[in-house]
């Protein structure tokens, strides 16, 4: 009874791991059949469908077995599964269970050597995993952060960075396919929306879409016209006002419109609400103009800088005249130089900049420029959120972006879904042998 009360609590995860990672205590090895077994070599885990494990080297009693290995909490899941008529499933010597209660038969017919784990390791280790999936705090291992070696923490910051640069490289890699292999359209409209930050990403990520970057270099450094553009696509400029500025961009869009046959956005896209004034979509969208009209060389610029100074002298924009007295169309204030600030810079570097450098590394086969996009992180100050905030109040303060973002994929990741058995700082809390 109590063993059945534990499986309903187990998860098939914490099997995989006990496998994977060899904390099966050696002498208690055999098969419910009573033959000594010994692992020569687990297997390679496997993500797709089919057996658990690939290519495992067993030793059952003399033989050497050289085959797969499926993993279940009990032996009955295998023909609840249908594994029993499935070919995919005929090449496994092995079946590894926390209970055995019934004898399984593969697609031949013939009866699959069977491990049950229960009592072949060390019951700790399912302790200390349950009191981690129990936990109710911010991390599961909350409390026991001091127990981690600060080294081992540190290399899987490191890992994780990669990790999440991995991550981003997907959605880069896309949208590098969608825009046809075109690194420069691909940068504008990851920065276009970058621009937009939080608020107005999507907005401005519609307003790169539908105006090319090849049009808008075609203007060649004609700031105004580019402003023009910009403008008139995101359907910010006023149907009537009495500042000469905006009537000129109405007229200068009107020819660019027909021109190039431009579709603006709709205006009630972008928000204004509850931000900043320096952070209006208007401030924004004349400060990425700049942008552009400076650098009709962005991409290579970028992948060649080699320093965040470089890359901050780039960065270093100013809204247009118009805009030092305006913060909307119409509506007069008080001077002030509408500047892209250090943050805002910073922000575009960690979330733009670097996984661009990344893939470009990755795509072009040159791995100098993967390490560069990790180095522009390590040169950045770390971000400063409520997640980054809560991770320096449990005793890890990041030291640059790089661990920052590290720090951010390690609590939605593994954190928060309680991926424990898959991070190393859950890992070795987990095989603490004296208990957690």
Same mark, same amino acid.
């Given at each position: 009874m109590l063993e059945t009360a534990k499986i309903k609590i187990l998860k098939e995860e914490f099997l995989h791991y006990l496998w994977k990672h060899q904390l099966l205590i050696p002498a208690e090895l055999h098969t419910t059949e009573g033959e000594a077994l010994r692992i020569v070599y687990p297997g390679v885990e496997n993500s797709?469908?089919?057996?658990?494990?690939?290519?495992a080297k067993i030793m059952i009693g003399d033989t050497l077995w050289v085959g797969q290995v499926e993993l279940h909490l009990k032996s009955s899941l295998w023909s609840q599964h249908g594994h029993q008529n499935d070919a995919a499933y005929g090449n496994v010597i092995l079946h590894v269970v926390y209970i055995h209660d019934q004898d399984v038969l593969d697609c031949n017919g013939n009866t699959i050597p069977v491990l049950e784990l229960h009592g072949k390791f060390r019951e700790e280790l399912l302790h200390?995993?349950?009191?981690?999936?129990?936990?109710?705090?911010?991390?599961?291992?909350?409390g026991l952060l001091n127990k981690c070696d600060?080294?081992?923490?540190?290399?899987?910051?490191?890992?994780?960075?990669?990790?999440?640069?991995?991550?981003?490289?997907?959605?880069?890699?896309?949208?590098?396919?969608y825009f046809k292999n075109d690194w420069d359209q691909t940068l504008y409209?990851?920065?276009?929306?970058?621009?937009?930050?939080?608020?107005? @990403?999507?907005?401005?990520?519609?307003? !790169? &879409?539908?105006?090319? /970057?090849k049009i808008l270099q075609k203007l060649g450094d004609n700031a105004f016209a580019m402003e023009a553009i910009l403008y008139g696509q995101s359907d910010l400029l006023p149907k009537e006002c009495a500042d000469n500025y905006p009537q000129r961009l109405q007229n200068e869009y009107a020819y660019q419109r027909k021109k190039h046959s431009l579709e603006p956005l709709d205006a009630h896209l972008w928000k204004f609400f509850k931000l900043r004034p320096q952070n209006f979509p208007t401030i924004r969208i004349s400060q990425f103009a700049k942008l552009i009209t400076q650098t009709p060389h962005l991409f290579r610029m970028l992948t060649? @800088?080699?320093?965040?100074?470089?890359? !901050? &002298?780039?960065?270093? /924009?100013?809204?247009?005249?118009y805009w030092g007295t305006h913060y909307v169309f119409g509506k007069a204030s008080a001077f002030s130089i509408k500047k892209l600030g250090a943050d805002a810079v910073n922000n575009i570097i960690i979330n733009t900049i670097s996984p661009v450098i990344f893939v470009y590394g990755k795509q072009s086969l040159r791995p100098e420029y993967c390490e560069k996009a990790?180095?522009?992180?390590?040169m950045v100050p770390a971000e400063n959120n409520m997640v980054i905030r809560q991770w320096a109040q449990l005793g890890i303060t990041a030291q640059n972006a790089g661990e920052s973002q590290a720090l951010l994929e390690l609590k939605k990741y593994y954190c928060t879904p309680?991926?424990? /058995?898959?991070?190393a700082i859950g890992s070795a809390l987990l095989q603490n042998k004296r208990g957690i």
């Open positions: 797709d469908s089919g057996p658990d494990f690939l290519a200390n995993y349950q009191l981690l999936l129990s936990s109710k705090a911010w991390i599961p291992c909350q600060k080294g081992l923490i540190a290399m899987w910051l490191n890992r994780l960075l990669v990790e999440r640069l991995e991550r981003k490289s997907e959605e880069v890699e896309k949208f590098f396919e409209y990851l920065l276009a929306r970058n621009f937009g930050f939080k608020a107005n @990403a999507i907005p401005f990520a519609l307003l !790169a &879409q539908r105006t090319p /970057l060649d @800088a080699k320093s965040i100074e470089e890359i !901050a &002298q780039i960065f270093k /924009l100013n809204a247009s005249e990790i180095d522009f992180l390590a309680k991926s424990c /058995l898959q991070c």
